[in-house]
């Protein structure tokens, strides 16, 4: 099993940058994937972007080319770089992790970090 813990929301103006970044430990050899994923209230949580175990990755159509996912390994970090941040980007972002054993299923998730962009 793998834990995580996100850092870095907060609070930003349109147009600003965050970077978020999660911390994992534990079996991080069982990892298929990891992901941010991001929540409003009264929705679903939705997928922003994926980085696999190959070091492809996959993005919402709505933050390409703004938003990058990348890792250090050595660190054993997880990062999102989020540029040119809108009001609708403002939710709750999670880590998620994505088993090898069972890929797509629930997985590992953070407790989520709040970023809020103001107009």
């Known amino acids: 099993q793998v834990q995580v813990v996100e850092s870095g929301g907060g609070l930003v103006q349109f147009g600003g940058s965050l970077s978020l970044s999660c911390l994992a430990s534990?079996?991080?050899?069982?990892?298929?994937?990891m992901d941010w994923y991001r929540q409003t209230p009264g929705s679903q949580r939705e997928l922003v972007a994926r980085?696999?175990?190959?070091?492809?990755?996959n993005y919402k159509d709505s933050v390409k080319g703004r938003f990058t996912i990348s890792r250090d390994n050595a660190k054993k970090m997880l990062y999102l770089q989020m540029n040119s941040l809108k009001p609708e980007d403002t939710a709750v972002y999670f880590c998620?992790?994505?088993?090898?054993?069972?890929?797509?299923?629930?997985?590992?998730w953070g407790r989520g970090t709040q970023v809020t962009v103001s107009s």
């Open positions: 998620h992790v994505d088993y090898l054993r069972d890929p797509g299923g629930e997985g590992t």
């Open positions: 534990g079996a991080l050899f069982t990892i298929n994937a």
């Open positions: 980085i696999n175990h190959d070091g492809t990755t």
